[in-house]
């Protein structure tokens, strides 16, 4: 039977203590012991279903951690308190001094941010590639390089990765390759296309409603025990930890992710179409003239559809500021970063999301100064919201 995330996350069966159709939320941060010896094997990571502190875990983590690792694929998961609390571990734990990362050259801003400024501190380089020029990526390779780092839909350019081709260059370089998901949950599984170490912002899609910071790491059980290693475990030491009422509210909101991701999709791929046709310059990965709509048809779990985020080019950044602040105002959604939630959320990424991005490096990979990064609302009429947009860019002269 074919691998389907939704019936993966379907099928777990969690009870309260008091027989609650929602698991109980663990609201302590310290466990208590029976005996001393317990105490002991517990911290030496030799006993099974005892909790000690809950920076090292809490049941109400373990559950949002084992329902994402279905979903994903993989053997297990650990969840952090923000999305770079799960990348930034990720690297910290692949790579030490002299050590060296392959990386898309678009990806989000704090991520880039991360590997550009901070990490050097610790002597640990990165190439930034096109990670669409696989020829490129492997040139980039040297014998000190761990990892090679990708988004499957990069953030803003919405370059898609072939995650397949990209596992041969690691397995053959003997590197991990490690899958930012973020834009893409349920639509592309990557652990399936070779992925050693998926990521996701929970802040997302997988949460949905933009009140609640989180992240996961999914990947082998001998990976995420590393990560939790209490001598020298990079999640662990850093304290990147979430907590245990985030941790259930976001469980809730998982059960509802395969029917939000196919209302997105539907109403991005809708509003793409159009703005195509009325000659806007339109970037979405379901759009025939995207350069990888093949690959990433290829790619993705159809039903899901191909996302809910796209971009537009409005000419300049003075259009697309007022572009953006007339469609607030007339209540199409909100120009806020982030994206994944109901309403309809915009943003100028290279004055925002990705602004980390010095300004000849952003014009170097193509980001322009009009362009509009759109999450696509859960909108019940999307033709009326696509007649209203329009409405919006004539009132400014962008059509």
Known sequence: MAFDPADNIQDLQYFGEFGGVNPSISDSSTYTFLSAKSMFDTFEGNTDGCYLY???????????????????????????????????????????????????????????????????????????????????????????TKVLYCETVSNPLLEVADIVALSKIAKKHNLKLVVDNTFSPLSVSPVTMGADVVIHSLTKFINGSSDTVGGVVCGTTDFINSLKSVNDGASMLLGSTMDSMRASSVLKNLRTLHIRVKQHSHNAQYLAERFEKDGIKTVYPGLASHPSHELYKGMINPEYGFGGMLTIDAGSLEKANALMELMQDRNLGYLAVSLGFYKTLFSAPGSSTSSEIPEDEQKEMGLSDGLIRFSIGLDNNIERTYEMMNACMKELNIL
Do not use: W
């Open 54 to 144: 809950s920076r090292h875990t809490s049941p109400s983590n373990l559950y949002l951690s084992e329902a994402l690792a279905a979903m994903e694929g993989t053997e297990t998961a650990n969840v952090a308190a923000s999305g770079m609390g799960a990348i930034t571990p990720v690297l910290l734990q692949l790579c030490g001094a002299g050590d060296h990362i392959v990386s898309s050259r678009t990806i989000y801003g704090g991520t880039y941010a991360f590997m550009k400024n901070f990490i050097p501190r610790l002597n640990i380089t990165t190439s930034f590639v096109d990670i669409t020029k696989l020829d490129v990526v492997e040139a980039a390779i040297t014998p000190n």
